[in-house]
Structure formats: C-alpha cells, structure tokens
C-alpha cells in the first residue's frame, strides 16, 4: 500500500479516498456510507492486488 501522505486544502475541491479492506463487503459498506453523506461517485466493484491481502476501493 502506498503511504499516506496528509494535505491541507485551503478551498473546496475533489477529494479521493483510497480504501483497503480486508474483503469486498467492508469497502462497500463503508463506500455507502460516504456516499450518504456527501455526493460520491460510488464504484460497482473493488479490485484485488495478486499476492496482496484484502481489496481496494477508490472514491471520488
């Protein structure tokens, strides 16, 4: 997983959320509710990185 690098935003722009969990269920659940709260282009699908654990999930 690539670091995580934290940014201050001095005004209202896009924001992407990279989320790993540990299976399919997790990131949706938690895509959902992001989606619940603010307007977020949801994905049909996480995607699985071969030889490494769990899944991801990019939010826009």
Do not use: K, S
């Not at 001095?10 to 997790?26: C, F, I, K, S, Y």
């Not at 049909?44 to 769990?54: A, Y």
């Amino acid at each position: 997983m690539d670091p995580i690098n934290e940014a201050h935003v001095n005004e209202p722009g896009l924001v992407v959320v990279d989320v790993a969990a540990a299976h399919d269920a997790t990131a949706l659940a938690f895509q959902q509710l992001l989606a619940d709260r603010w307007a977020t282009a949801t994905a049909e699908r996480t995607t699985h990185d071969v030889g490494q654990p769990g899944v991801r999930l990019r939010c826009y």
